[in-house]
């Protein structure tokens, strides 16, 4: 089976595309607009883009209307956006922060989730979630698509702070990601948890260059 899907047609009665680009991070994005209201959202195209510094990007697209998303227009306006890592215990959470509600309604108390103030962005963090990250907005790139929801807003952040509950950091230093049980994007309404993990090294590689690479992210 293959297609053109600019010009055909999925063969498939369900589109692919998203399920062959998988497992997806969620990003878990808290803002607040300027009248301080906080907003709440899960993306599930989000990524880490370099370690030095680390920075991030996450993608919206756009309401059928052509508008942008909240999450896109709080981090231009204020010129933050805080990720917070979403697992399984806070799958219901994150589904429920998807909903689409009225402007002005807080997604946080609709979740069932808690606010808690961070360090330096003026959006509060969700207080269950094991780790965040404070991210400095840098830019926005407009991609337009076919229509107004294939339309994107790509957004790129820094990320200035960064934290870790203690309890998920194992004795060696590293994060416990079994127990933490992250939860990651699919395609269709499917989702997957990441309960195993596994180590493989580039042979020949320098542990000690390795290292210090990794420990500078």
């Known amino acids: 089976m293959k297609y053109s899907p600019g010009s055909e047609k999925s063969p498939l009665p369900f589109s692919?595309?998203?399920?062959?680009?998988?497992?997806?991070?969620?990003?878990?994005?808290?803002?607040v607009n300027e009248a301080g209201v906080p907003n709440l959202a899960p993306y599930s195209q989000w990524q880490n883009l370099t370690f030095d510094p680390p920075m991030v990007m996450f993608?919206?697209?756009?309401?059928?209307?052509g508008r942008k998303k909240d999450t896109v227009m709080n981090a231009e306006r204020t010129g933050w956006f805080v990720w917070n890592m979403a697992t399984y215990d806070l799958r219901e959470a994150v589904n429920y922060s998807a909903m689409a509600l009225p402007p002005g309604e807080n997604e946080f108390?609709?979740?069932?989730?808690?606010?808690?103030?961070?360090?330096?962005?003026?959006?509060?963090?969700?207080?269950?979630?094991?780790?965040?990250?404070?991210?400095r907005y840098l830019t926005t790139h407009h991609?337009?698509?076919?229509?107004n929801v294939?339309?994107?807003?790509?957004?790129?952040?820094?990320?200035?702070?960064?934290?870790?509950?203690?309890?998920?950091?194992?004795?060696?230093g590293r994060l416990d990601?079994?127990?933490?049980?992250?939860?990651?994007?699919?395609?269709?309404?499917?989702?997957?948890?990441?309960?195993?993990t596994f180590e493989m090294r580039v042979p020949g590689a320098d542990d000690d260059a390795r290292a210090g690479l990794e420990g500078r992210a």
């Open 16 to 31: 692919p595309f998203k399920s062959c680009t998988v497992p997806r991070p969620i990003g878990w994005l808290s803002t």
């Open 59 to 65: 993608s919206a697209n756009q309401y059928p209307d």
């Open 109 to 135: 108390e609709h979740a069932g989730v808690t606010e808690q103030p961070a360090d330096l962005a003026p959006g509060p963090m969700v207080a269950e979630s094991p780790v965040h990250f404070e991210c």
């Open 143 to 147: 991609l337009p698509g076919a229509s």
């Open 150 to 172: 294939g339309t994107v807003d790509v957004v790129y952040g820094q990320v200035e702070r960064i934290h870790i509950k203690d309890e998920v950091i194992t004795p060696e």
């Open 177 to 196: 990601i079994p127990r933490i049980q992250p939860i990651a994007r699919l395609g269709y309404y499917d989702y997957t948890v990441v309960r195993e």
